[in-house]
């Protein structure tokens, strides 16, 4: 059983828009929530993350914004640019684990 | 350069030989992992060692064999593999684990199973 459910699968946006991606998940005994990027050809690096005891989480052009009661938390992108098309993947993890539990990823790509 | 290195980054295997993937952490972190990623699948964590020590099997097929000889070296030992187990293998690591420990994969190794 998916454990963490991500979407959409893919995106387009245009040059400086923003990206949206979705995720939500059903064990609430998960309390750390990153988001994964990964280019082609390389493995996937942390780009930022969040735990449930703040609601949005902002570095740079990215932010998560987490709805604890909803069990949801979403990445958003701003002013998104080429360089950022990737896949991302969204996890969750428990407090005395070390295993993420990944979605399935988002295709994203910025055209200019 | 990535902390997290592996090798080979490609590799070709029929079902009846034995391979193994290596893994070369330079972070001095103490857990290492192996993932597998297919596609159109979320990564799947297979293995996790912490201080060497073997403390997940994440119900993977014999037929994978990890092998953690120190903290910073990792292997995976393939033999009689099947066409599906086709896919891009991740090896990472983290300081420890547990929450909030940011994890660093390297680049991966494909595997073709023929």
């Known amino acids: 059983q998916q454990q963490v459910k991500q979407s959409p699968q893919s995106l387009i946006v245009q040059k400086g828009g923003i990206s949206i991606i979705n995720c939500a998940y059903e064990n609430t005994a998960f309390d750390y929530f990153p988001w994964y990027q990964q280019f082609p050809g390389k493995g996937p690096a942390l780009l930022i993350a969040i735990r449930p005891d703040v609601s949005e989480k902002k570095e740079g052009r990215f932010t998560i914004s987490f709805n604890k009661s909803a069990k949801q938390f979403s990445l958003h992108i701003m002013d998104s640019q080429p360089g950022d098309s990737a896949t991302y993947f969204c996890a969750a993890s428990m407090n005395s684990g070390y295993a993420l539990n990944f979605g399935k990823g988002t295709s994203l790509l910025v055209t200019p | 350069e990535t902390g997290v290195t592996q090798t080979p980054r490609h590799l070709v295997m029929g079902m009846t030989n034995k391979k193994s993937l290596k893994c070369e952490q330079h972070?001095?972190?103490?857990?290492m992992y192996w993932y597998k990623q297919s596609a159109k699948k979320p990564l799947e964590l297979m293995f996790v060692?912490?201080?060497?020590?073997?403390?997940e099997n994440n119900s993977v097929p014999s037929r994978f064999s990890p092998e953690c000889p120190n903290s910073s070296h990792l292997f995976l030992h393939l033999h009689t593999l099947q066409p599906e187990d086709s896919a891009l293998y991740l090896c990472a690591s983290s300081q420890q684990t547990g929450m909030g420990n940011t994890i660093y994969f390297g680049e991966g190794s494909w595997l073709t199973v023929v």
């Open positions: 972070l001095g972190h103490n857990a």
């Open positions: 060692y912490s201080l060497e020590e073997r403390v």
